[in-house]
């Protein structure tokens, strides 16, 4: 199973441009689902982005569509959400996730999910 790690988050003002990533252990990368969720505080853990094993499905919260952009490299084992055009409402902690899926798309419930990384702030100043 795989194991992620966030990084890349920080203070931006509005208007300004972060990229997070997402480390992955274990050789399987290439066969799960991959998602990026966030969580403000007092709210529950909301969808941003999707992809699928191989990179060629995405989806995005309607939030985000046009400004953030989900990608990954197989070969890396790598995750990344470039986001750009950022918001103060994009502050939150935003968390990587991964499904065990090499033949369905992704979802955007995150229970769908079970692996889980720590989380990484992003924090976007008006």
């Known amino acids: 199973q795989v194991q992620l790690v966030e990084s890349g988050g920080g203070l931006v003002q509005a208007g300004g441009s972060l990229r997070l990533s997402c480390a992955a252990s274990?050789?399987?990368?290439?066969?799960?689902?991959m998602a990026w969720f966030r969580q403000a505080p007092g709210e529950e853990r909301g969808f941003v982005a999707a992809?699928?094993?191989?990179?060629?499905?995405?989806d995005y919260a309607d939030s985000v569509k046009g400004r953030f952009t989900i990608s990954r490299d197989n070969a890396k084992n790598m995750l990344y959400l470039q986001m750009n055009s950022l918001k103060p409402e994009d502050t939150a902690v935003y968390y990587c996730?991964?499904?065990?899926?090499?033949?369905?798309?992704?979802?955007?419930?995150?229970?769908?999910?079970?692996?889980w990384g720590q989380g990484t702030q992003v924090t976007v100043s008006s």
């Open positions: 274990g050789r399987t990368f290439s066969s799960y689902a």
């Open positions: 992809i699928n094993w191989g990179g060629g499905t995405t």
């Open positions: 996730a991964a499904r065990y899926s090499p033949i369905n798309n992704p979802t955007s419930d995150p229970a769908w999910y079970n692996r």
